[in-house]
């Protein structure tokens, strides 16, 4: 569906609509989701559909739904949810996995040489239905038969939503969240399941599904001695006193050497100065804020 | 591996070469054109200058007419692009193509593009990185972003197979470029660079860019171009506008010895919106490509 029945397409390779500018930089301030210029046709498509629900006829009146009307909240949480949509699934994010495989685990496996126990532990805190922790699951025990040999792996899975949980438990895939998913992959660690694809036990096993809501503040303090946390598109829900909170809590949950990832376009600005913005090949992650420098 | 040549090999074999490039002839009489006043300047003069090199005019305009350099409205004249870029955004431009026109036939096997790519790239965040942090040139930003990196040119065309193996080696291990010419060549491309940005007479600052750009803390002057360079560089290192291969490292800018210099310079920096700044670098990229591969493929 385009928003064209709405109104006129814009000319993409004119300046950007002022309104769609707006538009960009409020869900940037709120969500801390960023659409740089070549996106701007994506960010359109999503406003044209919510635009085509409320029978809006411009962006500007659009703008105002989600700024200065009474159900400007709803409305925002549904333009995100248009935003979000489609994006989980196998390997949504080549270079932060290649991040993590060439230049992470080599540091934590250096921060961690002298520990009695070799173990990994990676949260995906809001994992939905269940394909990044799975993705991770497969992409860890690739590094266990190389670098990784005699390291334990922990991959603690959770969210808020019921139903997503079942999903994952089941672990069962269709075409579009599989699309992603190479030759290689797809042949070592899936099997038919009719016209999906059935995740291996193997995979499974080492992935710990269980329901948290990174809201409350008790279970959070129990999330100890991580390695990795990948929280992706998840605190754009948040407003910023809750981002505030979930994100100290990260920032206790995981261990000096720590990271944390967040989605590809998704950034803390003006959420916490703890953390510090580290930037790895194609990909942006964040650190300790007091933790010896890296870099050259 | 070949064994290192001294600095004194690439002086030697740098002055033996009739052919090493030269500034494009229409680039010095202009750039010291620009030195004057604005209220001087005369719009009529400067597309008579660029207009003399045919072949760089029509690269020009080419270039006028992408949204990388703010043009939305086909320009179909070099005064046009002039009148509606304004001076100095059509003096950016003609460096650019000038700079990218530059390349020796024999390149050890090595395409080229990667580096314009670059060159293009960090000029472009140079700009954009100067304006956020409110920097007082941004103009000569770009400029010392598009040239930081001219002693690749110089390694291509002296020797460009042992740098070909100084590439191969910074490739195969993802490690930054300058540490595998350090080893393979023994000196990097910022000691190249430096003999040529003397015999181009580029102006002092510019010289101190293409020295100290990796070594920013050995500089004594111009440290606040040489550390918004520095900065730049290593984003789009970090990103896909690299020398043409990912380095596997990860890099903290704010512990740069660069970021503290241009800091105390530019106090708006502790603020900056470091991932704002980097998302945003995506979107030149496709432009950046496109650019590039138009004009080096002419």
Known sequence: ?296 | MTPAPTKDLLLSRMEGLNQIPTIPAVLAPLSRYLELPAEQLDVQKITDMIAQDKSLAAQCLQMANSPLFGRYQKVGSLKSAIVGLGIQRVTDIAMSCGVLNMMPGETGGIDPVAFWEHALGVALVCRNFARKISYPDPGKAYLAGLLHDIGIIVNLWVLPKEFRAAFELGRTDGIPLHEAESSVLGFTHCESGRLLADRWELSADLRQVVSFHHTSYESQEHAGLIALVELSDLLCRMSGLNHGYIERREVNLLDRAGFTVLAQQCPVLKDLDWARLTFELDSYMDEVHSLVHTIYRK
């Open chain 1, 1 to 296: 569906m385009t928003p064209s029945s709405v109104q006129p397409p814009l000319a993409f390779d004119g300046p950007p609509d002022p309104d769609l500018v707006r538009i960009r930089d409020l869900i940037y301030q709120v969500a801390g989701i960023f659409h740089p210029d070549t996106k701007l046709r994506l960010l359109f498509d999503r406003c044209g559909r919510r635009m085509k629900e409320l029978k809006t006829a411009s962006l500007r009146e659009y703008f105002e739904h989600l700024t200065l009307r009474p159900t400007r909240q709803t409305e925002l949480v549904a333009l995100l949810n248009e935003i979000t949509i489609g994006e989980t699934c196998f390997f949504r994010s080549q270079p932060q996995l290649d991040a993590l495989q060439q230049v992470i685990l080599p540091k934590i496996m250096e921060a961690k040489a002298k520990l009695p126990v070799r173990r990994l532990r990676i949260w995906s805190a809001g994992c939905s239905t269940g394909e990044e922790p799975y993705t991770l699951s497969m992409v860890l025990q690739e590094e266990s038969q190389r670098r990784l040999k005699d390291w334990g792996i922990e991959i603690l899975a959770t969210d808020l939503n019921e139903r997503s949980l079942a999903h994952a438990k089941n672990a069962v895939y269709g075409a579009y969240s599989t699309r992603h998913l190479t030759a290689y992959y797809r042949q070592k660690y899936f099997t038919a399941a009719g016209e999906q694809l059935q995740v291996q036990p193997q995979v499974c096993k080492n992935v710990n599904l269980s329901r948290i809501n990174l809201s409350d503040d008790a279970r959070m303090t129990f999330m100890k001695s991580l390695d990795v946390i990948f929280c992706c598109n998840v605190l754009i829900y948040f407003d910023l006193a809750s981002k505030r909170r979930v994100i100290q809590h990260f920032y206790n949950n995981l261990l000096p050497h720590g990271y944390l990832f967040l989605g590809l376009s998704e950034s803390l600005y003006g959420v916490n100065d703890d953390f510090r913005l580290v930037h790895l090949p194609g990909a942006t992650a964040y650190i300790k804020g007091n933790r010896t420098p890296g870099g050259k």
